[in-house]
Each structure stands twice: as C-alpha cells, then as structure tokens.
C-alpha cells in the first residue's frame, strides 16, 4: 500500500460472535499497533474491525480469530506492507 490504512476490516461468509472474535496487527518486531478495539461491525455482523495506529513504512502481520453464529471457530493470519 502507498498510505497506511486508518482501519483494518475483514469480511467473512457467516455472522461472527461479537464476544468471541478478535483481530490483532502487529509490526515486524511484534508491537502491537491495532488500536486495541476489535469488533464485529454493528452494520454488518459478516465484518470484524480494527482501528490503526499511524503505520509508518513496513511490514504488518494480521491475526484473526473469530467463532460464528453456527459455533464453528477459524483463524489466521496475513500480512501487508506499507510504503515499500
């Protein structure tokens, strides 16, 4: 990415659990630069938010886990760069 997102958003095929679903992002060294406020978006329950910190240029690795409404629970991982 060219400008660092404000906000990390993912969708996914079934309603989540708001209680028991979480999304983190961290840098390369591992500090934590979500903005610690995680949640299922009140608009539409198939998305799980995160506000950012002001990212500077690199390398941000994302972890996720989330239970949906039909008790099935996954979990992830993917990363983004940032001025590179």
Excluded: C
Excluded at 5 to 20: D, G, K, S, V, Y
Excluded at 29 to 49: E, F, K, T, Y
Aim: hydrophobic share 40%; no cysteine; glycine share 8%.
């Amino acid at each position: 990415m060219a400008t660092p997102p404000p906000m990390i958003r993912i969708w996914f095929t079934q309603e989540l659990e708001p209680a028991f679903s979480t999304v983190e992002v961290r840098d390369d060294a591992g500090n934590r630069v979500d903005g610690g406020d995680a949640a299922v978006d009140s608009g539409d329950p198939m998305m799980l938010h995160a506000s950012l910190k002001s990212l500077p240029p690199g390398k941000y690795h994302v972890a996720w886990h989330v239970l949906s409404v039909d008790t099935h629970t996954t979990e992830g991982t993917f990363t983004f760069t940032v001025g590179h």
